[in-house]
């Protein structure tokens, strides 16, 4: 398996992905492909180094968007490279067009319209007024978890430490938002906010343990 073959060091990350651009768009399985697809993110953000993550991000999404635009009209697979090119857009400021255009036509079901807002909310392309006029849209239980994710993706140090505050505080929110929370504060270009602020992650461990019930432990731990 070549993705065994890059998470032991054997098969070279930029090798990887030049396997999947020339095969993945041949894949007609839709289970399979969306586990190549998943394998490449990882292998972009975990596994390449510093210097060439930023190029790869703008490669891939721009290779997720031509997968995008030549897969079947309405197929399962559109949506598979739709949503890939969401997740990678997430990365890549010259992608926000793109993904404004997914609002404005193919975007139809709330969790693909989340997922663009996401994206654009990560490259400090939508505003919490863009947002908030989302959730009126979508004023259920699941989209204001989403809508509490997207305004802590967004490049804003300070609500990031009003994020983590409120994750740190026992009785605060419900296992839903603390999902949300910690979903706005790991993306990849709010890493260096989210590491600086959970810089003294080991010594608190044992105060999360004791202060807060087990299920929601277990996510601040895991993050």
């Given at each position: 398996?070549?993705?065994?073959?890059?998470?032991?060091?054997?098969?070279?990350?930029?090798?990887?992905?030049?396997?999947?651009?020339?095969?993945?768009?041949?894949?007609?399985?839709?289970?399979?492909?969306?586990?190549?697809?998943?394998?490449?993110?990882?292998?972009?953000?975990?596994?390449?180094?510093?210097?060439?993550?930023?190029?790869?991000?703008?490669?891939?999404?721009?290779?997720?968007?031509?997968?995008?635009?030549?897969?079947?009209?309405?197929?399962?697979?559109?949506?598979?490279?739709?949503?890939?090119?969401?997740?990678?857009?997430?990365?890549?400021?010259?992608?926000?067009?793109?993904?404004?255009g997914l609002l404005a036509?193919?975007?139809?079901?709330?969790?693909?319209?989340?997922?663009?807002?996401?994206?654009?909310?990560?490259?400090?392309?939508?505003?919490?007024?863009?947002?908030?006029?989302?959730?009126?849209?979508?004023?259920?239980?699941?989209?204001?978890?989403h809508h509490m994710a997207?305004?802590?993706?967004?490049?804003?140090?300070?609500?990031?430490?009003?994020?983590?505050?409120?994750?740190?505080?026992?009785?605060?929110?419900?296992?839903?938002?603390?999902?949300?929370?910690?979903?706005?504060?790991?993306?990849?270009?709010?890493?260096?906010?989210?590491?600086?602020?959970?810089?003294?992650?080991?010594d608190d461990l044992e105060?999360?343990?004791?202060?807060?019930?087990?299920?929601?432990?277990?996510?601040?731990?895991?993050?």
């Amino acid at each position: 398996m070549l993705w065994n073959a890059v998470r032991d060091a054997k098969l070279k990350v930029q090798d990887y992905l030049d396997a999947v651009a020339a095969h993945g768009p041949k894949e007609t399985e839709p289970a399979i492909l969306a586990t190549v697809l998943q394998q490449l993110r990882m292998a972009v953000e975990n596994y390449l180094p510093d210097s060439a993550r930023k190029t790869a991000r703008r490669a891939e999404a721009a290779r997720a968007w031509q997968g995008l635009d030549e897969s079947e009209l309405g197929s399962d697979l559109q949506r598979l490279w739709a949503r890939h090119a969401l997740a990678l857009s997430a990365t890549d400021p010259d992608s926000a067009g793109r993904v404004r255009g997914l609002l404005a036509g193919l975007v139809v079901d709330p969790e693909m319209r989340w997922q663009s807002w996401m994206a654009l909310a990560a490259l400090g392309q939508a505003s919490v007024e863009d947002l908030d006029a989302e959730l009126e849209r979508d004023h259920t239980k699941t989209g204001v978890a989403h809508h509490m994710a997207a305004l802590t993706a967004r490049p804003d140090d300070a609500a990031k430490q009003e994020a983590y505050r409120r994750l740190r505080t026992p009785g605060e929110l419900s296992n839903e938002h603390c999902l949300a929370l910690i979903e706005g504060l790991r993306t990849p270009l709010g890493a260096q906010t989210f590491a600086n602020l959970n810089g003294s992650y080991f010594d608190d461990l044992e105060q999360i343990w004791q202060e807060f019930p087990i299920e929601m432990a277990q996510r601040l731990v895991v993050g």
